[in-house]
T-cell receptor, first 115, second 111 residues
Framework: SAVISQKPSRDICQRGTSLTIQCQVD?????MFWYRQQPGQSLTLIAT?????????ESGFVIDKFPISRPNLTFSTLTVSNMSPEDSSIYLC????????????FGEGSWLTVV | QQQVKQSPQSLIVQKGGISIINCAYE??????FPWYQQFPGKGPALLIA?????SEKKEGRFTISFNKSAKQFSLHIMDSQPGDSATYFC??????????FGAGTRLTVKP
């Protein structure tokens, strides 16, 4: 299965600042996604990271708040902008691996606490 | 986004018992139904998955039952162990591959 590395794994951030999360995959993948998991909650899709074009955002998520980059088939970043305590969540990168029948795998997540 | 309904919210089972978690979906375009297991402090890990062309899939102690006409699927954990204590999420995805998750079930297996 694809090995997904996320950085940072955990961070405490000041209100009003921005943080960029990196996602690196050990193989080329077509589809990469970013999810948010608020404490004790389920996973919510933020956006699909498209290689070479703008990300596709889900309802309730906007590019100004969550800009995403996807420069190649193995790497993506998610920025959480102008953070507030409500942004305290786990942010998860996921990829679709076609070699294993389009299975979707997740990274370990980036745990952000905004104070 | 909640297109997948999962129950129960929490489940307590004795060691050796059977744990059953149920999910229902709305979108008939969904064609991939995985279950993820998540331990505290970890990302979700794929446990088992099924496609609509079969009604049941078994991997070790874990079985998915799928009812296409009812738009329901369930996870059965046989001989539940304390190490199975975790949160379980069902999910569904379709052609565009964006996955929708259930609300999660917190399973506790008592020794």
């Amino acid at each position: 299965s694809a090995v997904i590395s996320q950085k940072p794994s955990r961070d405490i951030c000041q209100r009003g600042t921005s943080l960029t999360i990196q996602c690196q995959v050990d193989s080329q993948v077509t589809m990469m996604f970013w999810y948010r998991q608020q404490p004790g909650q389920s996973l919510t899709l933020i956006a699909t990271a498209n290689q070479g074009s703008e990300a596709t955002y889900e309802s309730g998520f906007v590019i100004d708040k969550f800009p995403i980059s996807r420069p190649n088939l193995t790497f993506s970043t998610l920025t959480v902008s102008n953070m507030s305590p409500e942004d305290s969540s786990i942010y998860l990168c996921s990829v679709e691996e076609q070699m294993s029948g389009n299975t979707i795998y997740f990274g370990e997540g980036s745990w952000l606490t905004v104070v | 986004q909640q297109q997948v309904k999962q129950s129960p919210q929490s489940l307590i089972v004795q060691k050796g018992g059977i744990s059953i978690i149920n999910c229902a979906y709305e979108n008939t375009a969904f064609d991939y139904f995985p279950w993820y297991q998540q331990f505290p402090g970890k990302g979700p890990a794929l446990l088992i998955a099924i496609r609509p062309d079969v009604s049941e899939k078994k991997e070790g102690r874990f079985t998915i039952s799928f009812n296409k006409s009812a738009k329901q699927f369930s996870l059965h954990i046989m001989d539940s162990q304390p190490g199975d204590s975790a949160t379980y999420f069902c999910a569904a995805s379709g052609n565009n591959n964006d996955m929708r998750f259930g609300a999660g079930t917190r399973l506790t297996v008592k020794p």
